[in-house]
């Protein structure tokens, strides 16, 4: 068994102003997605100025789909209990699908205000997203969130507020799978064009895999548990959808054409 690492989850103290680790690990992870996009800004005819616009309406929908998500899927007794937990974001409480819908609504927005198709945009997001999902994950190991279940294997360790058994240590198998391992594959198979809405169907398809797979290992929400069977879990229920429309867009995007790579000229019109 591994030794938990105790991490104080306040990386600055500044008088009564306390930055915390998982919230910078959401800025490591905005900013990763702002510096690799303005790399590939030119594939949709964007400029590097309009990679902050794009980041400005994701993370509006990560922070808000994501903290709403969370209350409706898993914390709603809470709020009901105190209001003000709902704005307590420092704490921990994030949930990706409720995150992911808030990102393609701001896609939906971003796509209009600049005339491109939304597979378009989510095709040229989808690679910059594992980085922050990677850092997310290495927040609520700070923290000591997502535990894992039981385990007698070497890597385990102990969550001190569970007992003193071993555990998987979950959140550091989802950092690898759906931050590093994602991140690569990525940002690999998207070096060159590709058909429409592949990039998206297929990180929908290895996001939804790694999750359901994870969940097997990762203990349940106390305040949720399992929804059936004794072994499905809230996070595997939410992700199917997931793994449904990955596979029918990486179907359908085998009969589109190739996207075209843009340009963008002195006016920032794309040629």
Request: overall charge positive; hydrophobic content about 50%.
């Amino acid at each position: 068994m591994i030794q938990y690492p105790t991490i104080d989850p306040v990386a600055i103290s500044l008088g009564p102003l306390q930055i915390h680790w998982y919230g910078l690990m959401y800025v490591v992870g905005f900013i990763a997605a702002w510096w690799l996009g303005r790399r590939r800004a030119h594939r949709v005819g964007l400029k590097h100025d309009d990679i902050g616009d794009l980041l400005f309406y994701g993370a509006l929908g990560v922070v808000i789909g994501g903290r709403l998500g969370y209350v409706l899927f898993y914390g709603l007794e809470q709020l009901l209990a105190d209001p003000l937990w709902l704005f307590k974001v420092w704490e921990g409480g994030m949930s990706f699908h409720g995150g992911l819908v808030g990102v393609l609504i701001a896609i939906v927005v971003f796509a209009r205000k600049h005339h491109l198709a939304f597979l378009q945009v989510s095709d040229f997001i989808a690679p910059l997203v594992p980085i922050g999902l990677g850092a997310g994950r290495l927040g609520n190991f700070i923290n000591h969130e997502l535990p894992g279940r039981v385990s007698e294997l070497p890597w385990a360790m102990a969550f001190a507020h569970l007992g003193p058994e071993p555990r998987h240590p979950s959140a550091l198998y989802e950092f690898a799978l759906e931050g590093v391992v994602l991140f690569v594959v990525l940002w690999w198979f998207s070096r060159q064009q590709r058909q429409r809405g592949l990039v998206s169907g297929l990180f929908l398809l290895l996001y939804g895999a790694f999750r359901f797979a994870v969940e097997f290992v990762r203990q349940p929400d106390p305040q949720v548990g399992f929804i059936a069977f004794d072994w499905l879990t809230m996070g595997q229920l939410l992700t199917l959808p997931m793994l449904i429309a990955g596979m029918a867009l990486v179907v359908w995007s085998r009969y589109q054409p190739m996207e075209a790579t843009k340009r963008v000229n002195g006016s920032g019109q794309a040629v």
